[in-house]
């Protein structure tokens, strides 16, 4: 078992200690992003368009997200790991619900699952939680319903809609969920929500008020992710850093300097020349 667990995350929001929360979809990664000491690793359904190349994630199925998570999992010692259930995994059955849940945890060896909704999945949260699955939430913005709402839009800017989302987050930390992922939300409801549940609140694109932040790790650092939202801060330019690689080394070879005597094998000369005799 890794080192940060859900009890970690409310002694955190407790102490008002920031936590800190990043994406990871393969083994190097989740090696890099632990060891550079995140709180919790996000196998987040996004791979589908940072990895996958789809427009949306609507098209990430279970068996992406079980097999990117079993990558992960090997790759991070010390942070939680949460995997998305992708788009229509958690709406059916309970047992559908659960068994969904359940390849995440099992095969997938992730420590937790993060579900997008409000109201009408308090029974799949209650399912998974009930079983002894820790549920994330995820309020504002939530990508799984793009065509619903039309486009990736600040959500909770109007009374009722802003409201919807105090209320959501509510039933959601009854239901047990341990922390709520708040997307592209006004900063002021951001806080009221930090303010109004006693779980963690973890914010992208809303604000600083929340108890934990979290990015896309390929927006993070540049590594050819297309969009660039506002609420995006790009720590490094890894994509320039990959092409000027690749292009060096294509150089290279086109004028015969790579590779060198120092990346060459030898053979003792008199077996040289009778393998040429
Ligand atoms: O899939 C994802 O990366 C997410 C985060 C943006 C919270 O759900
Ligand atoms: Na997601």
Redesign the pocket.
């Known amino acids: 078992m890794n080192t940060v667990t859900v009890s970690t995350l409310k002694a955190l929001k407790q102490e008002k200690r920031p936590i800190v929360m990043v994406?990871a979809y393969d083994y190097p990664t989740a090696k890099l992003v632990d060891e550079a000491g995140v709180d919790v690793i996000?196998v987040?359904?996004?791979?589908g368009m940072v990895v996958l190349g789809y427009d949306s994630?609507i098209p990430v199925t279970l068996e992406d997200m079980v097999h990117h998570t079993r990558a992960v999992a090997r790759g991070a010692k010390r942070a939680l790991i949460v995997a998305?259930m992708p788009f229509l995994t958690y709406h059916g059955t309970r047992e559908e619900t659960l068994k969904n849940a359940g390849r995440l945890i099992q095969e997938g060896h992730a420590h937790a699952v993060?579900m997008e909704g409000g109201e009408e999945i308090l029974p799949a949260v209650r399912a998974c939680v009930q079983a002894g699955i820790p549920v994330m939430g995820?309020l504002g913005l939530t990508?799984q319903a793009v065509h619903q709402l039309g486009g990736y839009k600040v959500q909770g800017k109007d009374l009722a809609s802003a409201r919807k989302i105090v209320e959501d987050a509510k039933r959601l930390e009854e239901a047990g969920a341990f922390a709520i992922?708040l997307?592209c939300v006004p900063e002021a409801l951001a806080r009221l929500v930090t303010e109004t549940v006693s779980v963690p609140t973890i914010g992208?694109g809303a604000g600083a008020a929340c108890d934990g932040q979290?990015l896309?790790f390929h927006d993070l650092v540049g590594f050819a992710s297309d969009l660039k939202p506002k609420f995006v801060k790009q720590y490094a330019d890894i994509g320039r850093d990959i092409r000027a690689a690749v292009a060096r080394y294509a150089e290279e070879v086109r004028a015969r300097r790579f590779p060198g005597p120092e990346h060459t094998f030898s053979m003792a000369d008199g077996v040289v020349e009778r393998l040429y005799g």
């Open positions: 994406t996000l987040g359904d996004s791979l994630t998305d993060k995820h990508p992922v997307e992208i979290v896309v």
